[in-house]
């Protein structure tokens, strides 16, 4: 979907991003992560040619993206920010409706995706449509904000630290809500963040940056597990680095035969959140569902343990 390739940006003799290369493969998620000052928001800038780079390319599906007039390229790229930047006179549904508008959609379509979308992001339209920015609380803009940036059906959707405004519960409530939406519609989403938690939470593949320069980038259990230099180890934590391995699979993938009493865990949570549970609870072990309520077997709290001591 997305090639970039040796692509360097200069402020003068600073190099804010530095012979860059990276591949993002088609309907996945990429978080770009390092410190403040890495070149991460300008790399992802250059896609969209909001930052015009110093030499390099960007082609997105084979096409390099000087081959567009500035404003087209734009209008089929979704991009998404951390204050939302919603138009305060503008209602819900217009906001939304801002890039269909542009590319001259139909009054009948435009309606159409704007109730779909407020549906999507669990926004009743009856309720939401006519209200403006103000009268939404920060999370309930947030999402607004991702609708009107997947309203115009993108391929790719851009999004610079779309969360970090966000109350921590409202922000996990709203980074797993974008990961089924993105899971349900196959779009592409180049994410920067500071919060390697986060990365670690949506990223098919994690970018790590620092002084410009492209440190690793490889899915979120190599990271962890195999950091390719002290700066990326550091940011990932060492004391944290067991339970941010067990929140990459889910109960299911640890199921052992056998029977538990106590309240049952969910075969779609997270082996972190499974091994929380069981500690809170002074609980060996525990039951696990499916969907239905149907069991399937139990976790063992050593096993758990066992398994972020010794990863695959």
Do not use: C
Not at 153 to 167: V, Y
């Amino acid at each position: 979907m997305i090639e970039i390739e040796r692509l360097t940006k200069y402020y003068g003799p600073h190099a804010a991003v530095d012979d860059v290369s990276m591949f993002v493969p088609a309907g996945s998620i990429t978080a770009i992560v390092g410190t403040s000052g890495s070149g991460k928001s300008t790399l992802m800038r250059m896609v969209n040619r909001l930052v015009d780079p110093t030499s390099g390319h960007v082609q997105i599906d084979g096409r390099d993206t000087t081959e567009f007039p500035v404003h087209e390229l734009r209008r089929h790229i979704g991009y998404a920010i951390q204050n939302h930047g919603l138009f305060p006179h503008r209602t819900v549904a217009q906001n939304i409706a801002t890039v269909p508008r542009l590319l001259g959609w139909t009054r009948s379509r435009i309606a159409a995706r704007v109730e779909e979308l407020l549906i999507l992001f669990q926004l009743d339209p009856g309720e939401f449509a006519d209200r403006r920015p103000h009268e939404l609380s920060g999370g309930q803009q947030q999402r607004v904000g991702v609708a009107r940036a997947l309203a115009a059906e993108p391929k790719l959707l851009l999004m610079d630290e779309p969360f970090g405004a966000l109350d921590p519960i409202i922000r996990a409530k709203a980074q797993d809500d974008l990961k089924k939406i993105q899971r349900k519609l196959g779009t592409t989403i180049l994410l920067v963040t500071h919060d390697m938690e986060e990365a670690i939470r949506l990223g098919d593949r994690i970018a790590v940056m620092d002084h410009g320069r492209l440190l690793q980038y490889a899915p979120p259990a190599e990271i962890l597990i195999h950091p390719a230099t002290d700066f990326v180890g550091d940011l990932i934590g060492t004391e944290d680095r067991p339970f941010r391995l067990l929140s990459l699979e889910t109960a299911a993938a640890a199921i052992e035969p056998g029977e538990a009493g106590g309240p049952a865990i969910a075969a779609e949570a997270t082996l972190r959140e499974a091994l929380a549970a069981l500690i809170w609870s002074g609980r060996r072990a525990a039951p696990v569902t499916d969907a239905e309520g149907r069991p399937l077997g139990r976790l063992v709290l050593q096993s758990l343990i066992e398994r972020a001591a010794r990863p695959s």
